[in-house]
Antibody, heavy 116, light 113 residues
Framework: EVQLVESGGGLVQPGGSLRLSCAASGFTFSWYWMSWVRQAPGKGLEWVAHIEEDGGEKYYLDSVKGRFTISRDNAKNSLYLQMNSLSADDTAVYYC?????????WGQGTLVTVSS | DIVMTQSPDSLTVSLGERATINCKSSQSVLYSSDSKNYLGWYQQKPGQPPKLIIRWASSRESGVPDRFSGSGSGTDFTLTISSLQAEDVAVYYCQQYYSTPLTFGGGTKVEIK
């Protein structure tokens, strides 16, 4: 059974940093592109970034470029999102998901709240 | 960026009746080299992550009831629930994966009348 478990969310002050993790199991992680998608409270879905199977190619939403870094460790079956210079606009539930096209499997998400 | 526009924003339908959700993209998501529409549909129930229910505009995912169907091509797409059941109450999103950034429609909330 495919499982994606996000962690690392929490309350952070504006300008602060946070590192999210996504632990994957039940599939061959190194064979898949992986994505981060976020959802602000009561709002719709917004793709944030995705990363190639071997970590070579990475793509970002313009509004997070230069602040967020997506990475992965295939030996640990883990996906990461380093988030710097956070603002209130980044407050959301962050989901990891498999794929770079249709997103087949999703985790339960981790909540990031940016507030003073 | 490709803008995805869904209509209506919300829909109230009686049990057993048809629900129809529309999705329009600001440019075609039909890829000429493989003749596939790069569009998916997701269902999100309260407190849960989204669930992919249709890929390539019309291919239903394994385990998704056949009352769900997707249609359309190019820039205009439709998700139809042929006979609404109580468990179908959710927000539905379309998403294009023709180009980066991946973009989603604003969502359509489906409720029971």
């Amino acid at each position: 059974e495919v499982q994606l478990v996000e962690s690392g969310g929490g309350l952070v002050q504006p300008g602060g940093s946070l590192r999210l993790s996504c632990a994957a199991s039940g599939f061959t992680f190194s064979w898949y592109w992986m994505s981060w998608v976020r959802q602000a409270p009561g709002k719709g879905l917004e793709w944030v970034a995705h990363i190639e199977e071997d970590g070579g190619e990475k793509y970002y939403l313009d509004s997070v470029k230069g602040r967020f870094t997506i990475s992965r460790d295939n030996a640990k079956n883990s996906l990461y999102l380093q988030m710097n210079s956070l603002s209130a606009d980044d407050t959301a539930v962050y989901y990891c998901a498999t794929g770079r096209a249709h997103l087949e499997y999703w985790g339960q998400g981790t909540l990031v709240t940016v507030s003073s | 960026d490709i803008v995805m526009t869904q209509s209506p924003d919300s829909l109230t339908v009686s049990l057993g009746e048809r629900a129809t959700i529309n999705c329009k993209s600001s440019q075609s998501v039909l890829y000429s080299s493989d003749s596939k529409n790069y569009l998916g549909w997701y269902q999100q129930k309260p407190g849960q992550p989204p669930k992919l229910i249709i890929r390539w505009a019309s291919s239903r995912e394994s385990g998704v009831p056949d009352r769900f169907s997707g249609s359309g091509s190019g820039t205009d797409f439709t998700l139809t629930i042929s006979s609404l059941q109580a468990e179908d109450v959710a927000v539905y999103y379309c998403q294009q994966y023709y180009s980066t950034p991946l973009t989603f429609g604003g969502g359509t909330k489906v409720e029971i009348k």
